[in-house]
């Protein structure tokens, strides 16, 4: 985060003021008894080495989103200079990251919550405690922790209110704890808080392959006989399935309102929309008496690397409002969540995570982790989450990408270009497959008729035969 920089840069100028003052130092550390030592003594003792500042030597690496636009915008930086800490903050040795959907949404510069560029992006995030700040009671260093913030944790090094951090349960790895605290507060607010969720309900999950689909779906299990229809794609059906999905719906080739009310036709209870435009219609829709709609996104605004401004206006333009009579005459609500707009509700956030950690504890909920990605690869983490090929969560480690990895990457890439071009070279052929069959089946379907052409062309030979006789008789 830009702002990271600045109590950081601060500090180095008062130092180097320090450090430009040579004479008032050895006058403040002499004593009266002491022999008088050379100016090349004093450089090879080691009170000489502790004047350079351990703030100058602080170095951490940190993704920096540059300015908007495709995946090349979020670029690796190393910062320089410790970051000071305040009176209620802690400094995290960040050990992984969690990617969110929003991440992707503010690097086109379509998520308000991110300060502008340049901007360290990155809501949540685990690891170790290194530092603590004046007035921190609960925390020490080494703890292990899982922190959620409004942005500035892409990094290896983040200060934060200890406030937004909670100690990492015995046997959670840090994978899982980067994985937690968005996907599953999101989810259990809207489920428990809004939702008012109960047994013997049905509940539509959209994306309930993504981060929030699978959390909400695990949810849902801790109430007893609650059906869940989810969309995904038809490769991840098996997977959100066994995860508790009871109603599988490919969105792609199925329109998901039909399958649902082949199966419930009086509508369900709830809906969670993270789609936006049309879709909120058809979620109001989908509702019966009492039930609720949820929504809490637009992601049908996201249509490429870049913005594109015709998915946002279509998205804009589509929008769902509503009368509050309609309201009130079809007995329905509609509720509205952005966790973004809730950092400075420590109290609610607490609670919801309090009980959401418990129920890992109990062994009720488990993050899935899809993938894991260096730093460096932030690029491949946002376009596998972009292009919907994930199946859980989305993670970014710290650790640094070994020299092999490195080396290896360029091939990688060689690799999926050529990968491309096959898929490519295949969609090709079976469409052109496809326009043969098509063919084929237009000229089966244009012989009968051929055929019946012909019978009546030589019924009409024949006709004309027979009056050939009579015409010479005539």
Same mark, same amino acid.
């Given at each position: 985060?830009?702002?990271?920089?600045?109590?950081? *840069?601060?500090?180095?100028?008062?130092?180097?003021?320090q450090?430009?003052?040579?004479?008032?130092?050895?006058?403040a550390?002499?004593?009266?008894?002491?022999?008088?030592?050379s100016?090349?003594?004093?450089?090879?003792?080691?009170?000489?080495?502790?004047?350079?500042?351990?703030?100058?030597?602080?170095?951490? @690496?940190?993704?920096?989103?540059?300015?908007?636009?495709?995946y090349?915008?979020?670029?690796?930086?190393?910062?320089?200079?410790?970051?000071?800490?305040?009176?209620?903050?802690?400094?995290?040795?960040?050990?992984?990251?969690?990617?969110?959907?929003?991440?992707?949404?503010?690097?086109?510069?379509?998520?308000?919550?991110?300060?502008?560029?340049?901007?360290?992006?990155?809501?949540?995030?685990?690891?170790?405690?290194?530092?603590?700040?004046?007035?921190?009671?609960?925390?020490?260093?080494?703890?292990?922790?899982?922190v959620?913030?409004r942005?500035?944790?892409?990094?290896e090094?983040?200060v934060?209110?200890?406030?937004?951090?909670?100690?990492?349960?015995?046997?959670?790895?840090?994978?899982?704890?980067?994985a937690?605290?968005?996907?599953?507060?999101?989810?259990?607010?809207?489920?428990?808080?809004?939702?008012?969720?109960?047994p013997?309900?049905?509940?539509?999950?959209?994306?309930?392959?993504?981060?929030?689909?699978?959390a909400?779906?695990?949810?849902?299990?801790?109430?007893?006989?609650?059906?869940v229809?989810?969309?995904?794609?038809?490769?991840?059906?098996?997977?959100?399935?066994?995860?508790?999905?009871?109603?599988?719906?490919?969105? @792609?080739?199925?329109?998901?309102?039909?399958e649902?009310?082949?199966?419930s036709?009086?509508?369900?209870?709830i809906?969670?929309?993270?789609?936006?435009?049309?879709?909120?219609?058809?979620?109001?829709?989908l509702?019966?008496p009492?039930?609720?709609?949820?929504?809490?996104?637009?992601?049908?605004?996201?249509?490429? *690397?870049?913005?594109?401004?015709l998915?946002?206006?279509?998205?804009?333009?589509? *929008?769902?409002?509503?009368?509050?009579?309609?309201?009130?005459?079809?007995?329905?609500?509609?509720?509205g969540?952005?966790?973004g707009?809730?950092?400075?509700?420590?109290?609610i956030?607490?609670?919801a995570?309090?009980?959401?950690?418990?129920?890992?504890?109990q062994?009720?909920?488990?993050? @899935?982790?899809?993938?894991?990605?260096?730093?460096? *690869?932030?690029?491949?983490?946002?376009?596998?989450?972009?292009?919907?090929?994930n199946?859980?969560?989305?993670?970014?480690?710290?650790?640094?990408?070994?020299?092999?990895?490195?080396?290896?990457?360029?091939?990688?890439?060689?690799?999926?270009?050529?990968?491309?071009?096959?898929?490519?070279?295949?969609?090709?052929?079976?469409?052109?497959?496809?326009?043969?069959?098509?063919?084929?089946?237009?000229?089966?379907?244009?012989?009968?008729?051929?055929?019946?052409?012909?019978?009546?062309?030589?019924?009409?030979?024949?006709?004309?035969?027979?009056?050939?006789?009579?015409?010479?008789e005539?």
């Open positions: 985060m830009s702002g990271d920089d600045a109590p950081a *840069q601060q500090q180095n100028a008062e130092e180097t003021k450090e430009n003052k040579p004479s008032e130092e050895p006058k550390e002499s004593k009266p008894e002491s022999p008088p030592v100016s090349t003594e004093a450089a090879a003792t080691p009170a000489a080495t502790e004047k350079v500042p351990e703030e100058e030597q602080f170095t951490y @690496r940190s993704l920096v989103l540059s300015g908007y636009g495709g090349d915008k979020v670029k690796l930086q190393v910062k320089k200079g410790k970051p000071a800490l305040k009176a209620g903050e802690v400094m995290v040795r960040v050990k992984a990251c969690g990617l969110n959907f929003a991440d992707l949404l503010a690097r086109q510069g379509l998520y308000d919550r991110l300060p502008s560029p340049p901007v360290t992006p990155g809501m949540e995030c685990s690891g170790e405690i290194e530092a603590v700040g004046e007035e921190v009671t609960d925390r020490k260093v080494g703890d292990k922790v899982l959620l913030n942005c500035g944790l892409w990094q090094v983040a934060v209110p200890a406030t937004h951090t909670f100690l990492i349960p015995e046997g959670m790895t840090f994978e899982e704890a980067a937690l605290p968005v996907n599953y507060i999101t989810a259990y607010m809207m489920l428990f808080d809004f939702g008012n969720l109960r013997n309900q049905s509940i539509l999950i959209h994306s309930a392959a993504g981060g929030v689909g699978i909400a779906t695990q949810l849902c299990q801790t109430v007893k006989d609650v059906t229809f989810g969309t995904a794609s038809a490769s991840k059906h098996e997977t959100i399935s066994q995860g508790g999905v009871t109603h599988c719906i490919d969105y @792609r080739t199925r329109d998901y309102v039909e649902v009310r082949k199966i036709p009086k509508g369900l209870d809906v969670l929309d993270p789609l936006g435009g049309s879709d909120t219609h058809k979620a109001y829709n509702l019966k009492m039930g609720k709609l949820i929504t809490y996104g637009a992601a049908n605004m996201l249509a490429g *690397q870049k913005k594109n401004l998915a946002v206006a279509k998205t804009w333009y589509h *929008q769902f409002s509503i009368h509050t009579l309609s309201l009130i005459q079809n007995n329905k609500s509609v509720c969540f952005h966790l707009y809730l950092d400075g509700e420590v109290e956030i607490q609670q995570m309090t009980t959401i950690l418990d129920l890992y504890r062994g009720k909920i488990k993050p @899935r982790i899809d993938s894991t990605y260096h730093l460096e *690869q932030v690029g491949d983490a946002m376009r596998r989450m972009q292009e919907r090929n199946i859980g969560k989305v993670i970014l480690i710290t650790e640094p990408m070994p020299e092999e990895e490195k080396k290896e990457e360029p091939k990688k890439e060689e690799k999926k270009e050529d990968k491309k071009k096959e898929d490519k070279k295949k969609d090709d052929k079976k469409k052109d497959d496809s326009k043969k069959e098509d063919k084929k089946e237009e000229k089966k379907k244009e012989e009968p008729k051929k055929e019946e052409k012909n019978e009546e062309k030589n019924e009409e030979k024949k006709e004309e035969k027979k009056e050939e006789p009579k015409k010479e005539k």
